[in-house]
């Protein structure tokens, strides 16, 4: 475990926004976070926990320990002529991973290539793309619970998954140390949705292998969400708004146009991009913040936004969708504050 006090924050999220941490603390293996507790205790009530930041607005300065988790280790637990049984380490990078397994021909999650973070944030908001979500192939993790001050092991079931959500995203106390996923060693790949078919005939790919789907999920990703390395932003900042069936049959009679999808409970999921984008927020510029131009959900920090400037131009979005479209989209990105 390293200590920093004071620490700066830019490099601590990919929006880039500025800012310091009170305390800033390295958590290198699993056994840092008891000798942790045993410090502070029971001062636990402001900790953040944090992975790379790529899901992350820090509106202010943060007046707390950020708990950076750099836990390492890929371990298989399991093998069988069918599948096998991976424990990852909340540190490892959540695309490192997905190139292992790729190299490795264990099928699972190659539709999540390219995905920015770490494996410890995967299961905070069950990652998402390409019609793969990590809950896909989770079958359990370790966290610790730091109200609590225990180690705890939960199932699928116990972690609640949902669409960009879970237990951990809404209790917002645990430290997840390493996470299980199952992966299949049978050829069984998902290329129906988005461009991934058009992108594997454009290649001339007719009886694709596991790495040409990773590879094409890449040129996709790559030629329509911006590199957080040159330009700040945290992937999608809004969600897709989940509505009961005939609040959307009445927007859909109004709005003929408006994406949906079928969502869980008989509920329909709707586009944030397009209400965004209806609003006429695609691409405008609002000082050093704005929306991305090739994707509505996207806010980018030009460079020297501040995270108040970006934090309010998600509110002023928030409200144009509601003024407009009575519905309410809420961030996919976790703001914190002080
Ligand atoms: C360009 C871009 C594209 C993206 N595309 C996608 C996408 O396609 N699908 C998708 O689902 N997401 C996407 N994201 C969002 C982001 O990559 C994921 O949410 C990722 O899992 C965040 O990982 P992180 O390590 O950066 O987490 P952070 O941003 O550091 O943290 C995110 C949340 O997880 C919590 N957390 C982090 N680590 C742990 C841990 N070990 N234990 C407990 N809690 C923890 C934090 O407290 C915070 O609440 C994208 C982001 C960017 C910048």
Same mark, same amino acid.
Request: charged share 20%; hydrophobic share 40%.
């Given at each position: 475990?390293?200590?920093?006090? @004071?620490?700066?924050?830019?490099?601590?999220? /990919?929006?880039?926004?500025?800012?310091?941490?009170?305390?800033?603390?390295?958590?290198?293996?699993? /056994?840092?976070?008891? #000798?942790?507790?045993?410090?502070?205790?029971?001062?636990?009530?402001?900790?953040?926990?944090?992975?790379?930041?790529?899901?992350?607005?820090?509106?202010? *300065?943060?007046?707390?320990?950020?708990?950076?988790?750099?836990?390492?280790?890929?371990?298989?637990?399991?093998?069988?002529?069918?599948? %096998?049984?991976?424990?990852?380490?909340?540190?490892?990078?959540?695309?490192?991973?997905? &190139?292992?397994?790729?190299?490795?021909?264990?099928?699972?999650?190659?539709?999540?290539?390219?995905?920015?973070?770490? %494996?410890?944030?995967?299961?905070?908001?069950? !990652?998402?793309?390409?019609? /793969?979500?990590?809950?896909?192939?989770?079958?359990?993790?370790?966290?610790?619970?730091?109200?609590?001050?225990?180690?705890?092991?939960?199932?699928?079931?116990?972690?609640?998954? #949902?669409?960009?959500?879970?237990?951990?995203?809404?209790?917002?106390?645990?430290?997840?140390?390493?996470?299980?996923?199952?992966?299949?060693?049978?050829?069984?790949?998902?290329?129906?949705?988005?461009?991934?078919?058009?992108?594997?005939?454009?290649?001339?790919?007719? *009886?694709?292998?596991?790495?040409?789907?990773?590879?094409? %999920? +890449?040129?996709?990703?790559?030629?329509?969400?911006?590199?957080?390395? $040159?330009?700040? *932003?945290?992937?999608?900042?809004? =969600? &897709?708004?989940?509505?009961?069936?005939?609040?959307?049959?009445?927007?859909?009679?109004?709005?003929?146009?408006?994406?949906?999808?079928?969502?869980?409970?008989? =509920?329909?999921?709707?586009?944030?991009?397009?209400? !965004?984008?209806?609003?006429?927020? $695609?691409?405008?510029? !609002?000082?050093?913040?704005?929306?991305?131009? $090739?994707?509505?959900?996207?806010?980018?920090?030009?460079?020297?936004?501040?995270?108040?400037?970006?934090?309010?131009?998600?509110?002023?979005? @928030?409200?144009?969708?509601?003024?407009?479209?009575? +519905?309410?989209?809420?961030?996919?990105?976790?703001? !914190? =504050?002080?």
């Amino acid at each position: 475990m390293i200590i920093y006090e @004071q620490t700066q924050l830019n490099t601590y999220n /990919t929006f880039g926004v500025a800012g310091t941490a009170k305390q800033l603390i390295i958590i290198e293996s699993a /056994t840092d976070v008891p #000798e942790l507790l045993d410090r502070t205790n029971p001062d636990i009530a402001n900790f953040f926990v944090l992975g790379c930041g790529s899901n992350v607005l820090f509106v202010d *300065n943060f007046d707390g320990r950020l708990l950076h988790i750099k836990i390492p280790g890929i371990t298989i637990i399991e093998d069988s002529k069918d599948d %096998v049984v991976l424990n990852v380490g909340a540190g490892v990078l959540w695309n490192d991973l997905v &190139n292992y397994c790729v190299d490795q021909n264990w099928y699972g999650i190659e539709n999540l290539a390219l995905i920015p973070g770490t %494996v410890g944030a995967a299961p905070v908001q069950n !990652i998402g793309a390409y019609g /793969t979500e990590l809950s896909d192939v989770f079958t359990s993790l370790e966290a610790w619970d730091l109200s609590a001050g225990k180690s705890e092991n939960f199932d699928k079931k116990q972690s609640r998954f #949902e669409y960009r959500s879970s237990i951990f995203k809404s209790h917002n106390k645990h430290l997840i140390t390493s996470i299980n996923i199952r992966l299949s060693k049978h050829h069984s790949l998902n290329t129906s949705y988005g461009a991934i078919e058009t992108v594997l005939a454009e290649k001339g790919i007719m *009886n694709p292998t596991l790495a040409d789907v990773r590879d094409s %999920v +890449v040129t996709i990703r790559q030629s329509k969400l911006p590199d957080p390395n $040159k330009i700040g *932003n945290a992937g999608s900042f809004f =969600k &897709n708004p989940i509505l009961e069936t005939r609040f959307s049959e009445e927007l859909r009679k109004k709005h003929p146009k408006l994406p949906f999808y079928p969502a869980e409970d008989g =509920k329909v999921k709707i586009s944030a991009a397009w209400l !965004i984008d209806q609003c006429g927020w $695609k691409g405008k510029r !609002i000082g050093n913040c704005g929306v991305y131009e $090739k994707h509505a959900l996207i806010l980018v920090n030009y460079g020297g936004a501040t995270g108040r400037d970006i934090y309010n131009l998600s509110k002023n979005i @928030q409200s144009s969708v509601l003024d407009k479209f009575c +519905v309410e989209i809420l961030p996919e990105v976790n703001i !914190i =504050k002080g």
